[in-house]
């Protein structure tokens, strides 16, 4: 079974909308980690924004928030004021394990468009 | 400051042949990683170390093997490749195993 699922191959928005990317993840542990990543077209990945299972709020760094709903299991991205600039693949990736044997699993992930 | 540096940036290698991708951070990070990404499949764990002198096997590992000697060096060989190994390959560090990655501009291999 997929441990981390993004339903959305590719996404369009227009410019300066928000718009939400999807992730749903799988997992029995009781604490874990959830990233979210960006790899522009240039390759490289970045790191956006981080939320653990036990924060009660959601996570936000600028204009990037985590819609954290824990008993859903899934950990959205919501992209505020959208730029031509976020146009890039996303990823969603799970920590799970314990310390010394913790595995990051990505996600599929989601191709973005922004138009202008 | 370089964060984390990959090298070669791209290579064509014929099968059979034996390769070392090498990785270089300057973060003093504990935490290394090694990753491929194919096309739909997003990027997979082939080994990690969560310190120096410690290896462990991730998602994908057959084929490849690592080293961590030190802090700074994570290597990664073929030992003898085959061409479903080509790939998009990603060096990753984070300062704890676990924590937010921080990312090498990544290998492209080619084995035919």
């Known amino acids: 079974a997929q441990k981390i699922t993004q339903t959305q191959p590719g996404m369009f928005v227009q410019e300066k909308e928000a718009v939400t990317l999807d992730c749903t993840y799988d997992t029995s542990d009781q604490s874990y980690g959830l990233f979210w990543y960006k790899q522009p077209s240039s390759g490289e990945m970045i790191f956006l924004i981080y939320q653990g299972s036990y924060d009660e709020q959601n996570a936000t760094e600028g204009r990037y928030s985590l819609n954290f709903q824990k008993a859903r299991k899934s950990a959205n991205l919501v992209i505020s004021a959208s730029q031509l600039g976020d146009s890039a693949m996303y990823f969603c990736a799970m920590r799970e394990g314990s310390n010394g044997g913790f595995k990051t699993i990505f996600g599929a992930g989601t191709r973005l468009f922004v138009k202008a | 400051i370089a964060g984390i540096t990959q090298a070669p940036t791209s290579q064509i290698l014929a099968a059979g042949r034996r390769m070392t991708l090498r990785c270089t951070q300057d973060?003093?990070?504990?935490?290394m990683y090694w990753y491929r990404q194919d096309l739909g499949l997003g990027l997979r764990l082939i080994h990690y170390?969560?310190?120096?002198?410690?290896?462990g096997k991730g998602e994908v590992p057959d084929g490849y093997s690592v080293s961590r000697a030190n802090t700074d060096d994570f290597p990664l060989t073929l030992a003898s490749a085959v061409p479903s190994q080509t790939s998009v390959y990603f060096c990753?560090?984070?300062?704890?195993?676990?924590?937010?990655?921080?990312f090498g501009p990544g290998t492209r291999l080619t084995v035919t």
């Open positions: 973060m003093r990070h504990n935490a």
């Open positions: 990753a560090s984070s300062v704890l195993t676990g924590g937010e990655q921080y």
């Open positions: 170390s969560n310190t120096a002198g410690t290896t």
